[in-house]
C-alpha cells in the first residue's frame, strides 16, 4: 500500500529530516509549563452511568422535568425494545413516548421514521425521567446506532441517557426542528477507537437546540452537528471525546458556555470536502471553558485526511477550511498542544486545490479559512507537550528554528498565501482582503505563530516557508458575526432571544 | 365466509378431521415428543379467494387470514393464485432459505422496467418467507419435517397510497405467522459446512423495513420493493413441468407487459452458495459478471442512486459499467463516512485483504458490518466471490506495487 495519509503541508517541507524527529523531547515554550496532561486519570471518571461527574453545572444531571403526561405513551419496562419500538412506528403528530426509570438492555436500535406513512409527523417528544434515572444501555443490541430518527418535524429529547450503543448513540437525519437537552450519551472505560462514533449527532437538519447534556466518550464526536443550519449548542458539557463538540459543514451555528475537556480535541469547527453541496460558514465559539482537552487521540485513523483522528491531542479549539469564524470569551487552559489552530484544508492534505479536489470545488466547498476572528479569549498554560502526528513538522519547524518558539495559537497562513500571489485566480480566488483576513486580538498575551507569512509570496512550487512568532502578528478585527438562532415548534431559541440572562446573551442584544 | 378445516399432520400419516367455525386451535392430541418431528394444527382453507379486500387496507393480526396459502402453516407452497418465483443472485439473509410469490390481481399486469423494479399495479402482493435451516445442506420446508423452522414472512402490499411492509413472526411451532411491526430478536443456530453457528436472527420492524426499501426520488422517499427486477429473474424456474425461463413465464400468464426479446434483458448471474467451490475455475469476466450481480442485489438499493447510501459514492447497480464507473465501485476510492483504522480505500484491485469492501462484508461486528441490517452471520460464499474479485482487477493507482 502507498501511503496516503497525512500529507499535509508542512509534512513535505524540505530541510525537515527524520532524524530530528527522534530527538522530539520538547520543553515548555512559554504560558506557564504547568499543563496537565492527566485528563484521561481513571479516578476521574463515572463509577456508572448513573453517576455524573461532582462538577456538572447545576442541575444538568439531575434535572427532573416532567415526562408524561394525560395522553403519554408509556413504555413498558418489562419490554421495553417491544413496547418502544411500536410507540416509535406508530408516532403521531404531538405523541409523548415515555420511558421510564430503570436501565434497560435495549435488543436493537430503536428508530422513529416520520415518513412511514402519510404526511412526514410533526412534533414528538422521547423522554425519560432523567439521564441519572433513565439509562438505555444498547451493549446487548443487535443494531449499530443506539436511537435513529428521520424524516420528521420538531422532535424533542430530554432526561435520558444512551450508553454504549456500537456506532452512534443518537441520530437524527432529515429533521427539522430538534430540541435535545438534559440528555447524556456515554461510553464507560478508558477512551478505545471501539466507542460508537457520536454521541449526539443531527445531521443534514435544520433548526437544532442542543443543550444542557452530557457527552462522554465518543471516538469521534460528542456532539456533532453537520450539514445543517440555525443551530445552537450550548451548556453541554463534553469529555473524554476525541472531539468535545464539532460544528461541521454547517451554517448559522452558535457554540457556547460549554465545558469542553478531557477531550482530544475541544471544540471543533470544521468544513469538509464531502460533495454533497453542504458546506459551512458562519459559526460563533464564545464563552465556553475548554481546558485539558489532552486525551491521546483514539479515533480510527482513516484515509479521510479531514477525519477527526488528525486532532493533535492537547488542542483546544480547532477552525479547519472554514468561513466567517468568530471566537471570543472563551477560556482556554492547560493544553499540552495549542489553545486555538486556525488552518486551511492544506494541513490536511497539500493537494487540496489539485486535481482530485475540482468537483469538490465546483461543487462550493473551498479549502480556505476567511474572515476568522479569534479575539478576548482567556489562554493559558499552553504548549507544555505538543504532539500530534499531523503536526510532527510544524512542532519541529518551531522548536529548532532560531528565533521562533512553539505558539499558543497557530495559523497556519498557506491557503492565504497562495490567495494573495494569485496562484488561486483560476478559481476566481484573489488576495484577501480586509474582511476575509484572520485576526487574533486580546487574547491575553497568547504567542501566535505561522508557518507560512501570508505577505510573502508563493511561487510555483507551492507556498513559501516563512514562519513567524509573537504576541501580535495578525491584529485585525471583524465586525461581530450575527447570532445564530432556530425555531423549534413555533418558538424562536437563541442568544439574546429565548436566553436574555447568560452573560453574552444579554449584551448581544 | 370461508370454512376452516383443521388438518392435523401427523407424520408420515396424515389424519383430517373437519371442524367447524374454526375456533380454538387444541387439537386434542398428546404434547409433541422433543425430539420428533411436531405434530403441528394446520388450517385448510377450502376457498381459494385471496382475501383482496382486506390485503388493501387492513394489518391483519394473522397472515392466515389474508388467505394467501392453502394452508395456515405452509407459506412456501400453494399460493392462492400467487407466482413463486426465485433471483439469481439472491440477498444473503443469515443462510435462510427464501420462499416468494406474487399475487397480482386478476386481469393485472407489472410493466416490464430495464433497470428498475417492475411497475406493479395497485393491489399487488409480494410475499417473502424466511426459513431457517437446521443444516444448510438440507434445505427445504415441510410443516411435519423438523429440518427447516420458519422464521418469518414479510408482505409487501401495493396500496393505493403506496408500498407498506407487514412482517409477520412465525411462532415457534410454525403453525402460525402474527403481524409483528416491531420486529424481533430471535437466539438462532445453523450448521453451514459442518460448522455451527450461534447468533441472533433479527427481523427487522417496519421503519428498518424502508431503510433499504427506500427511494429517494428527489420530493420524498417512497417505499419500494427490491428483487423483482428483469436482470435478477430473467432466469429459469421449475413450475413443475421443467425449467423455464421466469420472465417469459409471466409474460405468457399474463403478469407482466413490456417484456422486449430475452437477449435484450440484463442477466445476472446464478451465484448460490455451491457455487463458490467454482470461484477458481471462473475467469475474469465471470468474476466481474458474478460480483456484479452479487453487489447489486446486496448493497445497491442503498448503494444505487435514490438509495439510502447514494451519498457515500459507492454505487452498485449491475448495470453501471465497471470500465468506465470505477470509482463508483469503491476502487480507490476513500470512504466518506467510515474510518476503518488501517484500510483507506472501498476497492483496492489485486488487494482484497486491504479493501473495505470486503472487510466490512467479512465481519459480524456491528460497529463495522455491511450491510448494516439483516445479517448477523458472515456470508462465507460471497466474500469468497468479492475476494476473487477484487484480486482479479487490473491494478490501480491505489493497488500495491507489484
Known sequence: MQNNRNKGLVGALPGLAAPMAIALVMTGCGGGGSSSSGGAKADDKPASAYSYPADMPADVATKEMACGGEDAIELDANNITDSAKIAFLDAQDGDVIVFPEGKFNLQDTLTLDGELGGARVDGVTICGQGMDKTILD?????????????????????????????????????????????????????????????GLYPVESKNVLVENSYVRGSADAGVYVGQSENIVVRN????????????????????????????????????????????????????????ENNTKNFANSSSNPGGVHIVPPGTGVIVLSTDNVEIFDNTIEKHDTLAVAVTSYLMADEDAFGADYQGII??????????????????????????????????????????????HIIYDGAAEQLANTGALMGLGIGAYEAGDKVCFQNNSGATIGYPYDPATSATEAGPTLSPAFGTDLLDCSHEPLPAASLVF????????????????CAASL | ??????????????????????????????????????????????????????????????????????????????????????LNSPLFTDYTSKYRFVFIPDGEAAAYQQNDVFDFPVGTVISKTFAMPAETSHRGYSPDESGERLLETRL?????????????????????????????????????????????????????????HSYDNGDTNVFIPIGPKARHLNGDFDYGEGPVNQLTHWQSEGLLTGLPLLENVDQVPVYKDADASLLDGYSDQQLMDAAK????????????????????????????????????????????????????????????ANSILHFRMNTTNNQDSMPRLGRGLIHQEGVALIEAWINSLPAEACSPAS
Open chain 2, 1 to 86: 365466509m370461508k370454512t376452516l378445516i383443521r388438518l392435523s399432520l401427523m407424520a408420515g400419516a396424515v389424519a383430517l378431521a373437519a371442524c367447524g367455525g374454526g375456533g380454538g386451535s387444541s387439537s386434542g392430541g398428546k404434547a409433541p415428543e422433543a425430539d420428533k418431528p411436531v405434530a403441528k394444527n394446520c388450517q385448510i382453507s377450502e376457498s381459494s379467494d385471496v382475501n383482496w379486500t382486506a390485503l388493501a387496507s387492513e394489518n391483519l393480526t394473522k397472515l392466515s387470514d389474508y388467505n394467501l396459502f392453502a394452508s395456515s402453516c405452509d407459506p412456501t407452497r400453494d399460493a392462492h393464485g400467487g407466482m413463486p418465483y426465485d
Open chain 2, 156 to 212: 409487501l402490499i401495493h396500496r393505493a397510497d403506496g408500498w407498506t411492509a407487514l412482517p409477520y413472526k412465525w411462532n415457534a411451532d410454525g403453525t402460525e405467522a402474527t403481524y409483528t411491526p416491531q420486529g424481533a430478536q430471535l437466539p438462532m443456530s445453523v450448521v453451514h459446512n459442518g460448522a455451527q453457528q450461534n447468533f441472533t436472527y433479527v427481523v427487522p420492524d417496519k421503519a428498518q423495513c424502508k431503510q433499504c
Open chain 1, 489 to 504: 415548534d413555533g418558538v424562536t431559541y437563541g442568544c439574546g432571544v429565548d436566553d436574555t440572562t447568560s452573560e453574552h
Open chain 2, 293 to 352: 450481480g452479487y453487489l447489486d442485489a446486496n448493497c445497491s438499493h442503498c448503494h444505487g442512486v435514490g438509495g439510502t447510501a447514494a451519498y457515500t459514492g459507492l454505487q452498485l447497480e449491475f448495470w453501471r459499467a465497471y470500465s468506465t464507473e470505477k470509482e463508483k465501485h469503491g476502487v480507490c476510492k476513500s470512504p466518506i463516512a467510515y474510518d476503518q483504522g488501517e484500510m483507506s480505500y472501498d476497492v483496492v484491485p489485486g488487494d482484497a
Open chain 1, 362 to 407: 465546483a461543487d462550493g466547498w473551498l479549502p480556505l479559512v476567511r474572515n476568522i476572528h479569534v479575539h478576548d479569549n482567556s489562554i493559558a498554560d499552553t504548549g507544555a507537550n505538543p504532539n500530534g502526528a499531523l503536526i510532527q513538522d510544524l512542532i519541529l519547524l518551531f522548536s529548532f528554528t532560531e528565533g521562533l518558539q512553539w505558539s
Open chain 1, 236 to 291: 453541554n458539557v463534553a469529555e473524554y471525546n476525541v472531539a468535545g463538540i464539532e460544528i461541521e459543514n454547517s451554517r448559522n451555528a452558535d457554540m457556547y458556555n460549554n465545558i469542553a475537556r478531557y477531550n482530544t480535541g475541544g471544540l471543533l469547527v470544521f468544513d469538509l470536502p464531502i460533495g454533497n453541496g453542504a458546506y459551512g460558514s458562519g459559526v460563533r465559539v464564545f464563552g465556553n471553558e475548554v481546558y
Open chain 1, 138 to 198: 444498547f451493549s446487548q443490541s443487535v443494531g449499530d446506532d443506539g436511537l435513529f430518527i428521520t424524516n420528521i418535524n420538531n422532535v424533542e429529547i430530554f432526561g435520558l441517557a444512551v450508553t454504549e450503543a456500537a456506532n452512534n448513540a443518537i441520530k437524527l437525519q432529515h429533521a427539522d426542528g430538534v430540541k435535545i437537552h438534559y440528555t447524556a450519551t456515554v461510553w464507560q472505560g478508558e477512551p478505545d477507537k471501539g466507542n460508537g462514533a457520536y
